[in-house]
């Protein structure tokens, strides 16, 4: 079986989450840098990871690590890979840049010098001029980071947090990724009612239902390196079918949705259709100010709306006031919120009891965590 050095990216903020989810999946001997995390694997790993990360970004092989201050360094680091043994004739490969506090500062420049470096070994093989890239995708990236140059493969293709079920979305989407993460670093256990009273398309509800009947969240999705030659596909095969039997289908967790947009609500519910955990999830048309507490010991995870996001000022901050009556009046509950307003524990009325530094898109956020009591421990039987 093939070994490769992995690349899991991830949005900046998130990548102990991540780690935490790759060492619950089995992995350790990792490198850790912002926005990544590097390790060893194989070709089953590339299928488990794209098939059960539930908070990572990207899948990479990474190809090649070396020093380039020239285009001509960076054009033979790249020539140097065996791009005959990796793309077909007919691949259809793109390469995507980026440069940081680096010589070679044009990323338009480094994409160009890269990809005639490609084409170059390719010919070496096939012997044609153009190239159809006709067949399957093949996503290069170049990253130039203080000089050094780190070539890697994109084996998921579209990003991990498009699973497949959000056909529709609201004004202000949140990415599954980052709904997800929200969740793992809350109290939340499959046990506890959860609510989000900003439900919106019902993202965060629907990860969380996802987490609690065991679902691989790349379940019901297509990934890049499923249609290449270099991984055997037997493995990707193999594991959605442990995936598929691993499913817990007996349990019901509590989790209630509330919006006071009834079109919007009614996309959440087709998502959750789609999600299969449509049993697990109550959808109510409610204002805010309407929520109750049904019940002691409850979670409430939500990314209300942020004022230069959308909604006007006024009313989103009237809105924070209105959690703060609802949520900080009982001490069992647990609440946590994304956004980007700095003024929100002011108008919630309380200090958080811990505050995360997110990206949630390019927006940069605040994730406030209200710490409630911890539940009495039921008696063993």
Known sequence: MKSFDIIVTSTFGLEAVVKRELRDLG??????KDGSIEFKGNERDIAILNLWLRSGSRVLIKLAEFQALTFEELFRGVYDIDWQNIIPQEGRFTVNGRSARSQLSSVPACQSVAEKAIIKKLQTKYEIEHFPKSGSRYIVQIALQKDVVTVTLDTSGTPLYKRGYRRAIGAAPLKETMAAAMVELSYWKKDRLLIDPCCGSGTILIEAALMAKNIAPGLNREFDFESWGMIDPAYMEEEKRRAIASIDNEIKPKLIGSDIDGDILKLAKENAERAGVSDCI???????????????????????????????????????????RIFGSDKTWSAYFLTSHEGFERLYGKKADKKRKLFNGNVKTDYYQYFGSRPPKKDKI
């Open 282 to 324: 109550e959808f109510k048309q409610l204002p805010l100010e309407d929520v109750t507490l049904e019940e002691p010991y409850g979670i409430c995870i939500c990314n209300p709306p942020y004022a230069q996001r959308m909604g006007e000022l006024e009313d989103v901050e009237q809105l924070y006031r209105d959690m703060g």
């Open 27 to 32: 992995y350790d001997g990792f490198k850790v």
